[in-house]
């Protein structure tokens, strides 16, 4: 891709530079971590806090899975399963899922595959962690308030959340100032993306996580607005008694469903985008050949962004609109499903002719495509507007964003994490214990999430703490899946935490990639580049790898 | 699957196994693919691989065969949606409260339950109010459901095609004892109703 040679895996030397974790410190300790400006250091930041939080929700599901086990009490009161489910559901969504990707990985991959030495605004970049661990803590501080942490669901809907006793308040606060750490992420991305591309690299010369990255900053900066917006008329209604959303004022519940919306369900590309952007970076490097079909993917990710911010009210079908709105919103709706489904079929059409290995990162990316497509088949059942009617708010929903976001973005995270981390820390991880790790995790996720599905189609509503004695089949079958799917994140860590410390010192290319994050020394050098470089080929140009094997046979 | 307890199971059972059918075709296609190629052009066995950049007519069949089943797909929906939307004139209408934890029945004549008894083949229209958060009616037999929201005047209807006892539930979160906000409904013979309906007690038949 550069001048730089990338078909050697030469041992990362360093030159005269010293890697970005060992590079001069202007602070000491944790305060050269928490206070630096390095996007790689922020990258990492996030990474820490994101699992961190993760671990938490993970337990919340797990004692979840384990009360649902059989009908009735199990180990837990209904009060406390309906304020665990709702902190499942925050922590996941806004703590762990939608910066997951971009403000991982995105932090420390965007600036050095388009060649820049950090993103546009590093202080920025900082002061949006900052707000992300406030807004976790703000959002978390409610478990520790009397009354609890709201019980409510993720969704806050009105009127039971200005009804109930818990602390919605803090909950709505804190995703307030994490509204704020997504917007100020993706506008760092846009400008970095726009004004800091090396020479060479036009647009189409952008790795594909790159695009996916620029579609998803522009719909955090234009859809994260509006549910700032609804927080502060949430309070201007409760300090000044307007009624807006309070039927017991006069307003519109509706209305406040329409604006949950018309964020969130963008929210969920927000979620999904990087996700895609990584397996398109992942599957070329270990097939080794160019992507198929370039232009479709990186223009599907615009599509996707576009389209998927006008189909919100598909959470709402049940809710009574006219006959005008429903028709419209469930034609946008299948309409969206044509850019994932391209980007499907392009990925799969990249394995032909390839020179295929399956590394970890590979089995991560095809357990995606696996399971992303389970989730979008099951995401056009409930376009459908007679089916939507029966499966709304059953278990089959719980199940198809499970798959699209746990199965989905969550098997990416989990994909980038393997594929980058020899790159991200120096250090190579066992990949024998990933892979076994990545079976344990296949499985236990699709007993885990399959059997929600038909539960979910025989009538069993989702928010429930006990259920009729005929779903309990495929409760159980549920919660024995989560059990499996957590033995595999428990190996899946511990592996990556040993090779944090004891894991051999990986190369600078270990998998034969060539986009420009391969071409430097692993760990990067502060500031990624002894030399900006000057970009000349595509980004996924492997014709090297054909010449190279002609020379030997 | 496919009983024929209300008059909406054919369009809901119907546009399921329509985009089911396809949905698993598609699956097992991709799937296979896969994995074929993982084989196929495993790097021992395909050590030099091709750089194919794309095929645009590849890339329109693509697009242009997923346009055309998700349209047959929406119109499928819609087409059996839009008879949930049109309640005859004469259906028989009766009042649901929906309030936290309990449904509440009111019958035009002033009779009040706590469980749904309706005639069999005749239209019913139920009339949904909330007397405090949001539910959401839900009869999982009968494929129907509709929310019940405060100062909102939502409805639905149905025609129970055969005599039995199905589940109510509430589908919209609405606080501590969401999970056991369940009814029952009886649909009976229309003489067995009418006998019921005229009687002054409530609860012949929640005994049964």
Not at chain 1, 138 to 167: E, H, Q
Not at chain 1, 310 to 325: D, E, P, Q, R
Request: aromatic content about 16%.
């Amino acid at each position: 891709m550069t001048a730089i040679n990338v078909h050697t895996g030469d041992n990362g030397s360093n030159g005269n530079h010293l890697d970005y974790l060992h590079s001069p410190k202007k602070y000491k300790g944790i305060f050269n971590w928490i206070f630096s400006t390095d996007h790689k250091k922020i990258g990492i930041l996030y990474l820490i806090s994101m699992l961190t939080f993760f671990a938490v929700g993970v337990v919340f599901g797990f004692l979840m899975r384990l009360e649902l086990i059989s009908p009735g009490k199990t180990i837990m009161e209904p009060q406390t399963y309906n304020q665990i489910f709702t902190l499942h559901g925050v922590i996941m969504i806004f703590l762990f899922i939608i910066p997951g990707l971009p403000a991982v990985f995105g932090n420390f991959f965007l600036p050095i595959m388009i060649g820049a030495k950090d993103v546009a605004f590093p202080r920025l970049n900082l002061l949006s962690w900052w707000l992300f661990v406030i807004g976790g803590f703000v959002a978390l501080i409610s478990l520790f308030l009397p009354g609890g942490p709201a019980d409510t669901g993720w969704t806050f809907y009105i009127p039971y959340s200005v009804r109930t006793s818990t602390n919605v308040i803090p909950a709505l606060i804190g995703a307030f100032i994490l509204g704020f750490s997504s917007i100020l992420t993706g506008l760092n991305f846009i400008t970095t993306i726009h004004r800091l591309r090396a020479p060479g690299m036009s647009w189409f010369k952008m790795p594909l996580f790159a695009w996916s990255l620029y579609a998803t900053g522009w719909v955090q900066i234009l859809a994260t607005p509006i549910v700032g917006i609804t927080l502060l008329l949430v309070a201007i209604e409760r300090w000044f008694g307007v009624g807006i959303f309070d039927p017991a004022l006069g307003g519109d519940p509706i209305v406040y469903q329409h604006l949950f919306w018309i964020y969130s369900h963008p929210a969920v590309y927000i979620m999904i985008l990087p996700a895609m952007g990584v397996i398109s970076e992942i599957i070329p490097v270990y097939a080794r050949r160019t992507i198929f079909g370039y232009k479709f993917i990186a223009y599907s990710s615009m599509a996707i962004a576009l389209f998927g911010s006008l189909v919100w009210a598909h959470h709402m079908f049940t809710v009574g609109m006219s006959n005008t709105a429903m028709w419209l919103f469930s034609l946008l709706t299948f309409l969206v499903a044509i850019p994932s489904a391209i980007k499907v079929f392009n990925w799969v059409a990249t394995l032909y002719k390839g020179s295929i290995v399956l590394e970890p990162a590979m089995l991560f990316a095809l357990a995606f495509i696996f399971n992303f497509t389970i989730g979008g088949f099951t995401g056009l059942m409930q376009g459908a507007l007679a089916l939507n009617i029966h499966i709304h708010d059953t278990s089959f929903i719980v199940a198809h964003f499970h798959y699209v976001m746990f199965g989905g973005t969550g098997f990416g995270i989990f994909g980038a994490l393997h594929h980058w981390f020899p790159k991200m820390f120096g250090r190579m991880y066992n990949k024998k214990v990933a892979k076994i790790a990545w079976v344990f995790l296949f499985i236990g996720f699709q007993l885990l999430y399959f059997p929600l599905f038909i539960a979910g189609y025989l009538g069993m509503p989702r928010r429930y703490y006990d259920y009729l004695p005929e779903f309990h089949i495929w409760h159980f079958i549920s919660t024995v899946g989560s059990w499996i799917l957590i033995t595999g994140l428990i190996i899946m860590f511990t592996n990556l935490i040993i090779a944090l410390r004891k894991g051999e010192k990986a190369v600078a290319n270990p998998w034969g990639g060539v986009t420009l994050e391969w071409t430097i020394p692993s760990p990067p050098i502060h500031e990624n580049f002894e030399k900006i470089p000057v970009v000349e080929k595509d980004p996924y140009d492997y014709t090297h790898y054909e010449e190279l094997e002609e020379v030997k046979n | 699957m496919l009983s024929d307890a209300s008059n909406f199971i054919k369009e809901v059972d119907g546009v399921f196994l329509f985009i089911l059918g396809i949905s698993l075709a598609l699956l097992i296609l991709i799937t296979i693919l896969m994995i074929l190629f993982v084989i196929k052009f495993n790097r021992k066995r395909n050590p030099r691989p091709k750089n194919i950049k794309g095929n645009t007519t590849l890339e329109i069949i693509w697009t242009v065969i997923p346009t055309i089943l998700v349209v047959g797909m929406f119109y499928y929906g819609w087409y059996g949606y839009k008879k949930m939307t049109a309640a005859p004139k004469d259906a028989f209408e009766i009042n649901v409260n929906g309030k936290m934890w309990a449904w509440e029945f009111i019958y035009p004549n002033g009779k009040k339950t706590d469980t749904l008894v309706v005639p069999i083949q005749k239209p019913i229209k139920l009339n949904l109010k909330s007397l405090d958060v949001n539910h959401s009616l839900y009869i999982p037999a009968f494929r129907i459901k509709k929310d019940v929201i405060p100062n909102k005047d939502n409805s639905l209807w149905f025609i129970a095609n055969e005599a039995g006892v199905y589940d109510i539930a509430c589908a919209e979160y609405c606080g501590l004892r969401h999970s056991y906000m369940y009814s029952k409904l009886y649909a009976i013979h229309q003489n067995e109703f009418d006998k019921w309906y005229n009687s002054k007690t409530d609860t012949t038949l929640t005994k049964k």
